[in-house]
């Protein structure tokens, strides 16, 4: 089990009020309220960023690199993701933000829009491929592939072997910077992406595509967003450097983007961590032999809803619907009709097996009998007072050790009218009773 | 065989979207007591198909699952029409489920059959105008 996970949603304990709303909507059951704070899980978080999103007192954020990692590299390359593009207003081309990436100290920029559209023409390759596990899931989203491969053992191979486009945007700019700078070393390079999520971040740590990580840092679409403001502003009217990126590359920060343009009609896109959930049972459980292509956006509106955008993701993919309109429909072509080796994920998706109650299963069922007669004494409400998002979870921690059933507030409550029970109202009931009696009297005198 | 672990599910009738829900809680339960994942896949395909078939054709019914260490019965209780003819429901294509159920995908005749392919054993004890008990195993 993995358990050295670097992830990168964090919390500020003093900003954490403690309640349940994160823990509610976790989807992985990550989060428990431990001394009055919310604590993750690190086996268990998958980075979707939803805490983030839903928390009320921004007590959550993303760790991701600051600007200043600029400073770290002889030669810095942006690679943004196409959903920056989606989160300014009245933008009309995507050469101001490409000027303003050079003027923010970048040496050079390589749109992951563009390793996009290659991305598309090799999937285009490979789904022709003979006995392939079909449907093939998209490999994009990290969120998902780590959601895979910790709930769905059989759906594992399902997952594309071709890299996500950031990782081969990473690679081709690295190339391409040794090549146009051979005094250069790989420790001069600074290649940054440009993340509008989380889950990419942690992707990035934890070396997701093998030991070949060309990534050196990942800051987030938010920061560059504002630092952008300042310097486009004073480049109006001046001349712009260009988009190399086409339709089909900005298409795949919105949901739809990506398996539309593989020319497949059968596909499905589904986004909102919820919602792909729901798509994973149903494949699971049946065989699905009429769809060849699943594309899953484990945000809701596709990487523009990601946590460390600005945007609204429906008003960011609307942007971009207008600022893709006058481009080509895909300008990056691969070269030949074969997918270069260095494009595959060497790893591949293993499942682990996370949740397993104990590695003996003899153990394990000794646990989960407990845990099944635990969770028919507790209330059954979810109400998340005692720190966890469900009886069931609650009981579980129980049997883990994990807390006390004391710390169910409808169980303390009834033990609590038992006590007073016991008490026969002696004390504060009886002290009540001349009270209610002097206030009801009164009532009548006013009333007569 | 040692001590089991049991769960029980109520499969509600009138609500295909919910249909699928006792399978996917088992398949939590089986992963984290630790089985394999052919094992697991097998267990929730077999009941996946049986819940479906409960909401079409019986209105419902409750789904048991006994978790041994060497094997994992399902057993499918319902109180609907029965199966006349079990060796004909048993051919794969063969359906009686209503057009309005096969537009919505199901109904493909390929769901007893399914349930025959993911388990071990399967025996079906069916009553007309009675109901249906199938009992299947999965083996380790």
């Known amino acids: 089990m993995k358990t050295d996970y670097k992830h990168s949603v964090a919390l500020s304990d003093n900003k954490c009020k403690g309640c349940t709303t994160c823990l509610k909507r976790c989807p992985t059951e990550a989060i428990r309220i431990r001394g009055g704070h919310a604590v993750i899980n690190p086996a268990r978080c998958i980075d979707c960023g939803e805490c983030i999103k839903v928390c009320p007192y921004k007590a959550k954020k993303a760790t991701h690199d600051d600007l200043s990692v600029l400073g770290k590299y002889k030669y810095k390359v942006a690679l943004p993701a196409p959903s920056l593009y989606g989160q300014f207003d009245n933008l009309d081309n995507i050469g101001y933000i490409i000027r303003g990436l050079r003027d923010l100290g970048f040496d050079d920029v390589f749109e992951v829009a563009c390793a996009a559209e290659l991305v598309t023409a090799y999937t285009r390759y490979y789904i022709k491929r003979e006995g392939l596990k079909k449907p093939i899931i998209s490999s994009a989203c990290p969120t998902i592939t780590r959601m895979i491969s910790m709930n769905y053992p059989s759906l594992c191979e399902n997952i594309m072997p071709i890299l996500p486009p950031v990782d081969i945007a990473a ?147 609307a942007r971009l619907h207008s600022l893709k309109r006058y481009l080509p429909v895909s300008p990056n072509r691969p070269v030949g009709e074969w997918i270069p080796d260095a494009f595959f994920n060497e790893k591949g998706v293993e499942y682990n097996p996370y949740a397993r109650l104990s590695a003996d299963r003899h153990t394990a069922m000794r646990m989960m009998s407990d845990i099944e007669e635990i969770t028919g004494c507790l209330p059954g409400i979810d109400c998340g007072s005692c720190g966890a998002p469900t009886c069931m979870a609650f009981a579980e921690d129980i049997v883990k050790n994990e807390t006390n059933a004391d710390e169910c507030t409808v169980i303390m409550r009834e033990l609590f009218h038992e006590y007073i029970e016991e008490k026969k109202t002696e004390s504060i009931l009886e002290r009540l009773k001349p009270i209610s009696r002097r206030s009801g009297e009164a009532e009548e005198e006013s009333s007569s | 065989m040692s001590e089991a672990v049991k769960f029980r599910f109520d499969v509600d009738g009138s609500d295909f979207s919910s249909a699928g829900a006792a399978s996917v809680m088992v398949k939590k339960k089986l992963r984290q007591l630790g089985y394999p994942p052919e094992i697991i896949r097998k267990v929730s395909i077999a009941m996946y198909e049986g819940e479906i078939n409960m909401v079409i054709h019986a209105n419902g019914g409750t789904a048991e699952v006994e978790v041994y260490d060497d094997v994992i019965i399902i057993t499918l209780s319902d109180t609907g029409p029965g199966i006349p003819d079990v060796a004909l429901a048993m051919q794969e294509g063969y359906s009686t489920a209503r057009e309005n159920i096969r537009t919505l995908g199901f109904g493909a005749g390929m769901g007893l059959p399914n349930m025959k392919k993911y388990t071990d054993s399967m025996e079906i004890d069916t009553r007309i105008g009675e109901g249906t008990t199938i009992t299947m195993k999965v083996y380790l």
């Open chain 1, 171 to 317: 690679y081709l700019a690295r190339k391409k910077v040794l090549e146009e700078h051979p005094d250069l070393t790989e420790d001069d390079i600074g290649i940054i992406f440009i993340s509008p999520c989380p889950a990419k971040v942690s992707y990035v740590r934890n070396s997701f595509a093998g030991d070949r990580n060309y990534i050196s840092a990942t800051v987030s679409v938010r920061d560059v967003y504002f630092a952008l403001l300042d310097v486009m502003d004073k480049r109006a009217g001046e001349p712009l450097d260009t988009t190399e990126s086409g339709m089909i590359g900005i298409g795949w920060a919105s949901t739809g983007g990506e398996s539309s343009a593989i020319l497949n009609e059968r596909y499905l896109a589904a986004d909102g961590i919820e919602n792909c959930i729901r798509v994973l049972d149903q494949i699971d459980n049946s065989d699905f032999t009429n769809l060849d292509f699943i594309e899953l956006n484990a945000c809701s509106g596709g990487c523009v809803g990601g946590a460390m955008t600005v945007a609204n993701p429906y008003i960011a993919q």
